[in-house]
């Protein structure tokens, strides 16, 4: 079935250093690759998106990368902040189809030391 | 705020009862997607609605049930409930075909908590 792998599942890291957090999916049909942002007690936000025809896709300190042949697909956080400790989660879908359904990986708690 | 509206936000009841949480999706939204989160656990695909049609199911148990109404809101019914059914129940909604995104807007989640 459908399956979303997200790794690693927790990652500290000291402010002003990256993160990279990395994601395999199963169904070689996907084609939308959204990461969401969820802080603690609350609802998860898109904070960037990749589609399978570009290869990489930059926001400010993010980027996001895709590697379509090897299904899977990272997401880079370059000069971190404190404010970028949240749960981040990957996820694979295909919106153009009759289902516009999310498979999201199980998520990598991120914390930044200041 | 992301324009999906959840009620309850919070929830206590005990094992073996029936609970019934409420979505409204953003406004011109047809499809609705129901997700759980328990702790510690990514966020688990339950089922989708489109205009009041079932469209794609997940991991949903035999004892959880929903429906969309013509309204567009949508009910998730958890009946017979067990401690492990306590979660984060989130509602999400978007336009599906070529006008939408892929974005998923969530709303802030009702909070079941089974004693």
């Known amino acids: 079935g459908e399956n979303v792998e997200q790794h690693p599942s927790t990652l500290s890291v000291q402010e002003g250093d990256s993160a990279v957090i990395k994601c395999t999916y199963s169904?070689?049909?996907?084609?939308?690759f959204p990461w969401y942002k969820q802080e603690l007690g609350k609802r998860p936000q898109l904070i960037i998106d990749i589609r399978s025809n570009v290869g990489e896709k930059k926001d400010q300190r993010i980027a996001v990368t895709l590697n379509k042949t090897a299904k899977h697909f990272s997401l880079h956080i370059t000069e971190t902040q404190p404010e970028d400790s949240a749960v981040y989660f990957c996820?694979?879908?295909?919106?153009?189809?009759?289902?516009?359904?999310?498979?999201f990986g199980q998520g990598t708690t991120l914390q930044v030391k200041p | 705020d992301s324009g999906v509206t959840q009620t309850p936000k919070h929830l206590i009841t005990a094992t073996g009862q029936r609970v019934t949480l409420r979505c409204s999706p953003r406004s011109g939204d047809l499809s609705v997607y129901w997700y759980q989160q328990s702790l510690d656990q990514g966020l688990q695909f339950l089922i989708q609605y489109y205009n009041g049609e079932e469209r794609a199911k997940g991991n949903i148990l035999e004892r959880f049930s929903a429906q969309q109404f013509p309204d567009l809101h949508s009910e998730l019914n958890l009946s017979s409930l067990e401690l492990g059914d306590s979660a984060l129940y989130f509602c999400?909604?978007?336009?599906?075909?070529?006008?939408?995104?892929?974005?998923?807007?969530f709303g802030e989640g009702s909070r079941l908590t089974v004693l």
């Open positions: 169904d070689s049909a996907s084609n939308y």
């Open positions: 996820a694979a879908g295909l919106p153009s189809s009759n289902t516009g359904k999310l498979i």
């Open positions: 999400a909604s978007n336009s599906l075909g070529f006008s939408g995104t892929g974005e998923l807007f």
